[in-house]
């Protein structure tokens, strides 16, 4: 069966210093991946997809880009954080685009 | 414009009292509608997916039905456990890349023993 890992599970920065969150997927090959946002009251943001190593597509301009240097392992970056990137960031895998996500537990980030 | 609407926000039921959740949704062009469970602080947990008006799937005391405009998830007799947040997510057919799936914002279920 398929797993997918994420971590850390929270993380407290300060603002200005660097960001990278890692996602890996098991038990399947050649997914899908994603980067969301989850903000409180609000729907979750598609921040980044990817359907194959070293493709990347962004969807919201922002301080934030993502990498995916493995077929199974996607990674979420920042040089400099800011407050406003505080949030609930979830990464997902699908077989195909026209199929269910499936998330990790999420990586919750506090900006100081 | 594509949107997803969920409704109520937030659900109160007694242990074994059955009600309603529901996901109205505006697309050009359905693919596919799913259902997520989320507990705090973790990641959706995928439940149903629903391709056409008239389907229905069932997992324990959850039944998914689908129409043309709007999705229901039944619960029936739920206990404490099924208290959690329900993501409603559409997938429309007139957007191409995954950026076509578009969200709703949960209704929180509380169940009370």
């Known amino acids: 069966s398929q797993t997918i890992h994420q971590w850390p599970a929270t993380l407290v920065q300060p603002v200005g210093s660097p960001l990278s969150l890692e996602c890996t997927v098991e038990?399947?090959?050649?997914?899908?991946l994603y980067w969301y946002r989850q903000a409180a009251g609000r729907g979750l943001q598609l921040l980044f997809y990817s359907v194959g190593i070293g493709q990347i597509s962004s969807e919201v301009p922002q301080n934030l880009s993502a990498s995916r240097p493995q077929d199974r392992q996607f990674i979420l970056s920042s040089k400099k954080l800011l407050l406003s990137d505080s949030g609930f960031y979830l990464c997902a895998w699908s077989k195909q685009t026209n199929q269910p996500q499936h998330f990790g537990d999420g990586t919750r980030l506090s900006i100081l | 414009e594509d949107q997803v609407t969920q409704s109520p926000e937030a659900l109160r039921l007694q242990e074994g009292e059955s009600s309603s959740l529901n996901c109205s949704y505006t697309?050009?062009?359905?693919?596919?509608l799913f259902w997520y469970r989320q507990d705090p602080g973790k990641g959706p947990e995928f439940l149903f997916t629903?391709?056409?008006a008239g389907e229905e799937k069932e997992k324990e005391r959850l039944k998914a039905t689908l129409t043309k405009k709007e999705s229901f998830l039944h619960i029936t007799a739920p206990k404490p456990e099924d208290s959690a947040t329900y993501l409603c997510?559409?997938?429309?057919?007139?957007?191409?890349?995954?950026?076509?799936?578009?969200f709703g914002t949960g209704t929180r279920l509380t169940v009370i023993p």
């Open positions: 997510a559409v997938q429309a057919s007139g957007v191409t890349g995954a950026n076509n799936l578009f």
């Open positions: 697309v050009s062009g359905l693919r596919g």
């Open positions: 038990g399947t090959s050649n997914p899908n």
């Open positions: 629903l391709y056409s």
